[in-house]
């Protein structure tokens, strides 16, 4: 088990939006319902991309954000819904190291996980497992345009 000054579950998340004022609104709402523990906006970007097959160029805003990797669910379910892009940019990189104080100040200020309904596993007869529980993958959400 990695210790706490190794980065762990931790995770930096960009999202880019239109405005400074709207990343501040963003980070505001996910500061106060603990799925992220703090929020820089970073002012001054000019993006480059392709959207609906034309190329823009366009002043915006970074957030970054810092968080748990167990909450990620609970970003990308939210985000869309405060972020006024049909397809917000959210990509989330894995800390690998940092100061043990800081990530446990970011552990203290999110919310914990929730547990879910404890449910009991379903013991299936299958071929050279009688008995074993059955396991459910998950699918991963994909990450495709990002722009309104």
Known sequence: MPSRS??????VVLVTTPTPDAAAEIARALVAERIVAC??????????????????????ALL???????????????????HPYQVPELLALRVADGLAAYL????????APDPGPRSQPRARARAGRAG???RRRRKAARVSARRP
Do not use: M
């Open 39 to 60: 929020g820089n906006v970073v002012p001054g970007l000019r993006s480059v991309y392709r959207w609906q097959g034309k190329v823009q160029d366009e002043p915006e």
């Open 64 to 82: 970054v954000l810092k968080t748990k990797r167990r909450l990620l669910g609970a970003l990308k379910a939210r985000l869309p819904g405060l």
């Open 132 to 134: 074993a529980p059955r």
């Open 6 to 11: 190794r980065g762990g579950d931790t995770v």
């Open 104 to 111: 446990d100040w970011v552990e203290e200020s999110v919310r």
